[in-house]
């Protein structure tokens, strides 16, 4: 069914078979430079769903920024029905900077639905629920690791959320994480405004990592073919292997201060007593193993070369109800 209705983003019309590419200044720099977050969006001629892809709500997080970026240059942003809407860099303050947070120094992932007279980072927040979360039915949220540490691929959803679950399996990333919205995040408004919301976790801060992108990347595919939005030159790739669910896990901490030394187990399964790592001081007078409590899955490792007492340095999926922080 064709469609003639114009679609309006941040005070900008876009009809159907067009496509756009919205600047969008909340604030400018200290320096008085304007700091432009590109918003790109491109339209069918016939009506379908409404799909946002975002990423850099941590500034830090350039792994979900290159997806977004893949997802614009290999063409995928071209629906065969509906609208795509793509947000490459939410924060664009904290990624010209290279910093999770805003300017103000707060988590914009952590202040929705933000105030229209409030910090820099709920401004933001406040200019997103007013103006891109009511014209959308489905959002993928893409980020990665903080601090060094490292994800796995997975597909976070809450849980007893039937649609959600559908399409967790269809996106099919190597893992899927039931996990609770925090209140204050991007997930959490989205829930609230009847917005079906994935968020991918993959990679680290501050890195590229292009399996995980490529990840994103068909998953991101397998979606919008599930939709019926797809272009039909895009090649879509079937996965035999269904993602694995996770429902309860666990952060192994360091027992001790020193230099990690990561045996590159990520996403791989583990039987109790595996060496995970070692830890050692920088003078050669002790090695301290890290072994897994329990079998399970790699889900999340710490990569920073230096950890202290306490510190997580590995999430580990756990097949018993009983939640706890080991090691």
Same mark, same amino acid.
Not at 28 to 52: D, F
Not at 64 to 84: A, H, M, Y
Not at 149 to 154: L, M, V
């Given at each position: 069914?064709?469609? =003639?209705?114009?679609?309006?983003?941040?005070?900008?019309?876009?009809?159907?078979?067009?496509?756009?590419?919205?600047? +969008?200044?909340?604030?400018?720099?200290? /320096?008085?430079?304007?700091?432009?977050?590109?918003?790109? +969006?491109?339209?069918?001629?016939?009506?379908?769903?409404?799909?946002?892809? =975002? *990423?850099?709500?941590?500034?830090?997080?350039?792994?979900?920024?290159?997806? +977004?970026?893949?997802?614009?240059?290999?063409?995928?942003?071209? &629906?065969?029905?509906?609208?795509?809407?793509?947000?490459?860099?939410?924060? !664009? %303050?904290?990624?010209?900077?290279?910093?999770?947070?805003?300017?103000?120094?707060?988590?914009?992932?952590?202040?929705?639905?933000?105030?229209?007279?409030?910090? #820099?980072? $709920?401004?933001?927040?406040?200019?997103?629920?007013?103006?891109?979360?009511?014209?959308?039915?489905? *959002?993928?949220?893409?980020?990665?690791?903080?601090?060094?540490?490292?994800?796995?691929?997975?597909?976070?959803? /809450?849980?007893?959320?039937?649609?959600?679950?559908?399409? *967790?399996?269809?996106?099919?990333?190597?893992?899927?994480? %039931?996990?609770?919205?925090? /209140?204050?995040?991007?997930?959490?408004?989205?829930?609230?405004?009847?917005?079906?919301?994935?968020?991918?976790?993959?990679?680290?801060?501050?890195?590229?990592?292009?399996?995980?992108?490529?990840?994103?990347?068909?998953?991101?595919?397998?979606?919008?073919? %599930?939709?019926? !939005?797809?272009? @039909?030159?895009?090649?879509?790739?079937?996965?035999?292997?269904? $993602?694995?669910?996770?429902?309860?896990? +666990?952060? #192994?901490? *360091?027992?001790? $201060?020193?230099?990690?030394?990561?045996?590159?187990?990520?996403?791989?399964?583990?039987?109790?007593? /595996?060496? #995970?790592?070692?830890?050692?001081? &920088?003078?050669?007078?002790?090695?301290?193993?890290?072994?897994? &409590?329990?079998?399970?899955?790699?889900?999340?490792?710490?990569?920073? @070369?230096?950890?202290?007492?306490?510190?997580?340095?590995?999430? !580990?999926?756990?097949?018993?109800?009983?939640?706890?922080?080991?090691?």
């Amino acid at each position: 069914m064709k469609n =003639s209705k114009p679609l309006v983003i941040f005070g900008e019309s876009i009809l159907p078979g067009e496509h756009k590419t919205i600047n +969008v200044e909340i604030a400018r720099l200290h /320096t008085t430079t304007k700091l432009n977050i590109p918003v790109i +969006v491109r339209r069918s001629k016939i009506e379908g769903p409404v799909v946002l892809f =975002s *990423a850099g709500i941590h500034g830090d997080e350039i792994n979900g920024v290159e997806i +977004v970026r893949q997802i614009i240059s290999k063409k995928i942003n071209r &629906p065969l029905t509906g609208t795509i809407i793509c947000i490459p860099i939410i924060n !664009m %303050y904290g990624f010209v900077n290279k910093s999770r947070e805003f300017p103000d120094g707060r988590d914009l992932n952590r202040v929705f639905p933000g105030s229209r007279k409030g910090s #820099l980072a $709920s401004r933001f927040a406040y200019n997103i629920v007013e103006y891109i979360l009511p014209i959308i039915d489905y *959002a993928v949220d893409f980020h990665a690791g903080g601090a060094s540490r490292f994800n796995a691929p997975q597909i976070r959803i /809450t849980e007893n959320n039937p649609e959600l679950k559908v399409l *967790a399996d269809v996106f099919n990333a190597p893992f899927t994480l %039931y996990s609770k919205n925090i /209140t204050g995040s991007f997930r959490n408004i989205s829930e609230k405004a009847n917005v079906k919301m994935l968020l991918f976790e993959g990679g680290k801060s501050l890195d590229i990592n292009n399996e995980i992108a490529n990840i994103g990347v068909k998953g991101v595919k397998r979606l919008l073919h %599930y939709l019926n !939005m797809l272009d @039909p030159k895009q090649i879509v790739e079937l996965d035999d292997n269904p $993602s694995i669910y996770i429902k309860n896990s +666990v952060w #192994l901490r *360091a027992k001790c $201060s020193g230099l990690l030394h990561d045996f590159n187990l990520i996403g791989k399964f583990v039987t109790k007593g /595996t060496i #995970l790592a070692i830890i050692t001081d &920088p003078f050669g007078k002790f090695e301290q193993k890290v072994k897994a &409590p329990h079998d399970g899955f790699i889900i999340n490792a710490n990569h920073s @070369p230096i950890v202290y007492e306490g510190d997580a340095i590995y999430h !580990m999926s756990k097949t018993s109800t009983e939640i706890e922080d080991v090691y």
